[in-house]
């Protein structure tokens, strides 16, 4: 499939990979109806930050993913749907899982029903890498057992198998992405590098985390905007769910000790027993086997981990940016 002139729905445009998402799609030459979350305020999240010439090319709907109706309003005339929606923040989903069930899961199955009767072309899923729980072999492929060792990654299971049966059930068009961690510019304060990077330039003498010995799989946001696209355009990714990332691994004590020597920093780390998962829900490793990735579509990760954290922290350095996170308490 050629998304060039296609009419695209990406939920959650207004978040960190949305966004991102997005700007992409716009460069493909895609028409764009950006589903924001429907708020007293008017915001549209990071599409705020856009500039005049590129916004008057998007179309703004503002809603709840969680309401049918409203979702079937977006949907109608779409030919295809990028779905980013969802409540992400595993800590918070240990404080109020039944709000992760009702945006995840339900406002997934609302997706998945008006992409169903309004007969969408193509249906990109997004899921998670903590679906899979801790490792138990590595690199990690798409065979690996799911485990949910938090609220948030439970729903994702479950969005995650919702869209399959209906792929199987009714032939819905459906691909299920699952990008390993994702970082870059714009991200929120409950992710662990925005985390390290607002403490450091903050210029705290102590950086105050959870547990620094779990591994994680990092990836620049446009490497995974890329693998988003890639895969819609691929007609043989109908029905599969494929990873995506880069297959390097990094401990979080290892991440803090780059991002010091980047920013330069002083600065102490410190492990916070209230930042720390519960032991059985810590995801203790993550490394990405993107095999089926790069045969489906040939697509492969093009900035390096250092490359990609010198250019978040730029992105961070800015005291226009820096001042909308709170540095002083632990974001959940």
Known sequence: MN?????????GADGFIGSHLVERLLDENCQIKAFVYYNSFNSWGWLDTFPKDKLKNIEIFAG?????????IAIKEVD????????????????????????NIKGTLNILQAARDFNVERVVI???????????????????????????????????????SFYRSFSTPVIIARPF???GPRQSARAIIPTIITQLLNGDDKICLGSLHPTRDLNYVSDICNGFI???QCDNAIGREVNIGSGY????????????????????????????????????????????????????TKISLNDGLWKTVEWFRSKDKLCNYKTDIYNI
């Not at 993913?65 to 409203?70: A, F, H, K, L, M």
Request: charge should be negative; hydrophobic fraction near 35%; glycine fraction near 6%.
């Open 230 to 232: 890639a895969l819609a």
């Open 249 to 300: 691994e990094i401990s979080i004590g290892d991440l803090v000790k780059l991002l010091i020597e980047i920013t330069e920093s002083k600065a102490e780390i410190v492990s916070e027993e209230k930042r720390k998962r519960p032991e059985k829900s810590e995801v203790e490793r993550l490394v990405c086997d993107s095999g089926l990735m790069k045969e489906l579509t040939g697509w492969e």
């Open 64 to 72: 709840d993913i969680r309401d049918p109706s409203g979702v079937r």
């Open 126 to 164: 997004t899921s998670t890498s903590e679906v899979y729980g801790t490792a138990q072999y590595v690199p990690i492929n798409e065979k690996h057992h799911l485990q949910g060792q938090s609220p948030y990654s439970a729903s994702k299971i479950g969005a995650d198998k919702i869209a399959e």
């Open 181 to 183: 961690n994702t970082y």
């Open 80 to 103: 295809v749907v990028f779905h980013l929606a969802a409540l992400i923040g595993i800590p918070f989903s240990y404080h109020s899982p039944d709000s992760y069930i009702d945006t």
């Open 3 to 11: 998304l060039k002139n296609k009419k695209i729905l990406v939920t």
